[in-house]
């Protein structure tokens, strides 16, 4: 099956605020064939960073006791995947409040099928009864021993709908800071080809198309 599709063009606009406490970069597609697929990823795309921005404060306010916090905030995004129909990117957001030690640092990711605007969770790439939970979280596990990774505490393998994206021919798994390992380490990837899981993938899946060498 032939997958090649044009990439989609993408824009980037700023959110910023007059004393420019928040100043955040985000993605916007234009020139879609479908403005209706077109409009619904974009909405996606800033509903994702508003939750990220209220996440943040409150983490701030709940978690670290700031009442009133004086705040600083940066956002960015990186398109990861942007080919074969699909668009994978990430968003992150960085929040400092005076007198914390250091920022707060949240990663999203999200991808979408650009033909339906369709979001894909993790578990929607693999057959049913897969196992593909246990096959990432050995794989992962491998490459924790492989690399020397400091953890917190035993690892316990990923979440069925843990953190991911997609890059060219890799699956990438991720964890938030302090999710395994220190903050010092920042954010630990994982990096998997698609070839070594090519048995337990959805053909028509993000991750299926990826593998295709057409």
Sequence with gaps: MNYIQNPVQVITR?????NQYINIDYPVIIRLANSTVQQTINNVILHTINMLIKK????????????NPVVSMDGWYEIKT??????SLTIGNYTFAYPAAHGLTILKSLTFDIQSGKIYKLSEMFKPESNYVKVLSDIIEKQIQARDIPLLGEFKGIAPE?????????LVIYFQLYDITPYAFG?????????EIQDIVKENSPLGKMATND
């Design 162 to 170: 843990q953190y991911y994206y997609i890059a060219d021919k890799c």
């Design 14 to 18: 700023k959110m910023v605020t007059p």
């Design 82 to 87: 942007n080919e074969r129909g699909i668009f």
């Design 56 to 67: 943040q404060m409150n983490k701030l306010i709940v978690e670290q006791g700031y009442k």
């Design 187 to 195: 954010f630990p990837f994982f990096p998997i080809s698609v070839y």
